[in-house]
């Protein structure tokens, strides 16, 4: 693998690992919605910056329905949904739920797009829920907490799946960078909602919480996303995005440095098996989209 491409993978998949602990140390001060919302207010300032710099071009009047259905999806309900969840569930296991997105995304592939779920993917599926089970079992925190938590941030993954499944046209048409622009600003502009309250708890947060959530806003918001798109630009989406399944073992000893979390075994073994279910199904897309891809190429010569 190239140096750059190598640096610009780990710089993902550590920043966004980052993201997780983050939130639980701006939860210390904020509450889960305006954490999520100062957050998204920060990155889309500095990305409504850069398009400004870029001179970039609004998106045509007949999709802007869709970038903002897709950015309150995506973004909205997503960051909100995970910093609630994180109020009862730690960093590290809530990086392995949030993993369950590509489930989420060829589930809904298959009743959306007429995708079809092979064997193995739906092996695959079974096997990532119950490590999802296990998970809740080995937080030793109270049931009905950890169900509520756990819903929050499962509810954050299928918005993010449904971003991921309806995206692809408007990439294609607007490239990655400047549809993730549109659509986190859109995301933000329907979080408008949670700013009654806002400036009150900003001017009483701690400087730890304060600094963090303007790192989150400036850093795992926007830079992954420049990093990712420069990875698949140089190997391929399958590649780039498949390699991804680092981001929970990234949470998790970002975790344990930062906040001295240590999940428990039972949680561990829940998050292997879920990785593992996760893996075995985007393996298997990306073998039956080489096919294609042959088949494709075959029928043109």
């Known amino acids: 693998m190239d140096k750059k491409v190598f640096l610009a993978f780990g710089m993902t998949v550590f920043i966004w690992g980052s993201a997780f602990p983050g939130i639980k140390v701006g939860l210390e001060s904020f ?7 100062l957050r998204m207010l920060i990155a889309s300032a500095a990305l409504i910056l850069f398009a400004w710099n870029r001179k970039m071009k609004l998106p045509d009047i007949k999709d802007v329905p869709a970038i903002l259905f897709l950015g309150f999806l995506g973004f909205a309900v997503y960051h909100t949904g995970l910093s609630f969840g994180e109020q009862t569930v730690s960093a590290g296991v809530s990086s392995l739920l949030v993993s369950t997105t590509p489930i989420f995304s060829a589930i809904l592939g298959t009743m959306f797009l ?17 490590g999802v089970a296990l998970i809740s079992f ?4 109270s049931y009905s907490v950890i169900s509520s ?3 929050w941030i499962l509810i954050a993954a299928f918005g993010e799946s449904f971003f991921f499944v309806f995206e692809t046209n408007y990439i294609k048409k607007y490239g990655f960078i400047q549809f993730n622009i549109y659509t986190i600003i859109a995301g933000t502009i329907f979080m408008l909602f949670f700013l009654p309250g806002l400036l009150t708890e900003f001017s009483g947060a701690s400087t730890a919480s304060t600094l963090t959530v303007i790192y989150l806003g400036l850093i795992p918001t926007i830079i992954p ?9 140089k190997t391929g989406a399958a590649k780039a995005t498949s390699s991804l399944y680092l981001t929970p073992v990234a949470a998790l000893l970002i975790s344990w440095v930062w906040l001295g979390e240590i999940p428990t075994i039972l949680s561990l073994i829940g998050g292997i098996i879920t990785l593992v279910g996760v893996g075995l199904s985007a393996v298997r897309a990306s073998e039956s989209n080489d096919i294609a891809t042959k088949r494709t190429a075959n029928n043109m010569t």
């Open 114 to 130: 007429k995708d079809r779920l092979s064997k193995i993917g739906w092996l695959g599926s079974c096997m990532a829920f119950l």
């Open 138 to 141: 080995g937080t030793g925190n």
């Open 225 to 233: 996303y420049f990093a990712i798109a420069y990875v698949i630009s």
């Open 149 to 151: 938590g756990m819903i």
């Open 31 to 37: 509450s889960p919605e305006h954490l999520a919302l």
